[in-house]
C-alpha cells in the first residue's frame, strides 16, 4: 500500500493493522483472564508494557528507589505506575505540558517537574537529596532529554531509553563523563517484554485493581475515527484511543 504521493506503507512489526480481521502467528498471541476488559488489556500489546517494563525489568526499580521519567506521555505514565508497583519511594515525572504532569500525579508520580521552567538536572537532584535519581527513564526519544536523564541519575544509576528515536539522531557525550559515572545506560525495546510470561501478570494486578489500565483509556473510537484521533494524540490530547470492533 502507498500513499498518494507515493510513500510505501507496511504494517507496523509486520502485524499492525487498522482492520476488522488480521491474520498474526500463532506465537504472536498470548492467553489472558477473559473477565478482563478487552479496551484496557488491549494496551498491554504495545505502549502501555513498553513503560511498566522499562521501569520493572529493564530498569528493575526496588523497594524504596527514586525514579525520574522523562516524558509522562503513555510510556512515560506506564513507567511511573510500573515504578510505583515496584516499591519506589520518590517517583518523579518530567514534562513540558501541565496537563501530562497532571496525569503523571493521577498514575502515581510522588513530585512532578515542569521542564520549562528552568535547570531539569538540579530540580532532580534537588528531590533526591542532591544525589540523583536510582533510575532515568527517557521516555521521549530526544537526545537533549536522554542527556538530563544521563547526568540526572545517581552515580552508578541506570539510564533507561524506552523513548523511540529517528534514525538520525545521535548522542554526544563526554568519554570521562560515561565513564567516570558507572552506572548503566541500558537501552529497553518493548520494555524486555516476553508476553506469555509478563502479560498474565500484569492482567491478574487490573484484576486485583493494583494496576489501573483503565486510566490508559482516554476513549474508544471506530475505525472511521482513526484520522481524527492520530491528531488528538499529536496534539497530547489523550493517552490512548482504543478502537472498538
Not at 164 to 188: A, C, H, K, N, Y
Request: charged fraction near 20%; glycine fraction near 14%; hydrophobic fraction near 45%.
Amino acid at each position: 500500500m502507498t500513499l498518494v504521493d507515493g510513500t510505501p506503507l507496511s504494517p507496523a512489526l509486520g502485524i499492525g493493522a487498522f482492520a476488522e480481521k488480521t491474520l498474526v502467528a500463532a506465537g504472536q498471541c498470548t492467553t489472558v483472564d477473559p473477565s478482563a476488559r478487552p479496551e484496557a488489556v488491549g494496551l498491554l500489546g504495545c505502549g502501555v508494557m513498553a513503560g511498566l517494563g522499562a521501569a520493572m525489568l529493564t530498569g528493575e526499580v526496588g523497594i524504596g528507589d527514586s525514579v525520574a521519567v522523562f516524558g509522562c506521555g503513555g510510556v512515560g505514565c506506564a513507567a511511573i505506575a510500573g515504578a510505583r508497583l515496584a516499591g519506589a519511594s520518590t517517583v518523579i515525572g518530567i514534562d513540558l505540558d501541565p496537563g501530562k504532569l497532571e496525569l503523571a500525579r493521577e498514575f502515581g508520580a510522588t513530585d512532578v517537574i515542569d521542564a520549562s521552567g528552568g535547570d531539569v538536572v538540579a530540580a532532580v537532584r534537588a528531590l533526591t537529596g542532591g544525589n540523583g535519581a536510582d533510575v532515568c527513564i527517557e521516555a521521549v526519544g530526544n537526545p537533549a532529554v536522554m542527556e538530563q536523564a544521563f547526568y540526572a541519575r545517581d552515580l552508578a544509576g541506570t539510564l533507561v531509553q524506552v523513548g523511540v528515536p529517528t534514525p538520525e539522531m545521535r548522542i554526544d557525550l563526554p568519554m570521562i563523563e560515561f565513564f567516570g559515572r558507572g552506572g548503566q545506560l541500558r537501552p529497553s525495546w518493548y520494555g524486555d517484554c516476553l508476553p506469555s510470561r509478563d502479560f498474565p501478570v500484569m492482567v491478574d494486578l487490573y484484576l486485583q485493581g493494583r494496576l489501573d489500565l483503565d486510566r490508559f483509556v482516554s476513549e474508544t473510537i471506530t475505525l472511521g475515527q482513526v484520522e481524527e484521533a492520530f491528531h488528538r494524540m499529536e496534539r497530547g490530547e489523550v493517552l490512548r484511543s482504543v478502537v472498538t470492533i
